[in-house]
């Protein structure tokens, strides 16, 4: 199984006040020969919509290039297997709220992300707040 980022519990809590719950951790993607876990899918409880949640935490330990590269390239790669298995429900990004504010708006970023069409869910991981779903 894959290991959990930091904020997950903090997402999880974060969402579920929003009215989600937590349909399945490590959700699994079956593109051929290969196996790929999505961290969250989520049910909301008031209008039955379901969505897939990548959690990243943008730890502060590591290279920040390297630490939005791996989170890009496994939310597109989510994405694209997605679309190949025909799977409906839209993909989010879930970052902590300094990352977004951070690395994230960094503005020579803003046409890659606007060009990737990445979904976000902003968490403040302190008060364990959605502050931004895009």
Known sequence: MPARDKIHEAVI????KQGWRVEREHYKLYPPERVLFVDLHIKNMNDERNVL???KSFDESGAQSEI???AIGKYLIYRQAMDFLEIEAPLYL???EMAYNGVLSES???PLFDLLQIRWIVVDVVSEEVVLWT
């Open 108 to 110: 020579w970023l803003t």
């Open 68 to 70: 939005l590269a791996n």
């Open 94 to 96: 879930a970052v902590p």
């Open 53 to 55: 949640v990548e959690i």
């Open 13 to 16: 809590r974060a969402l579920e």
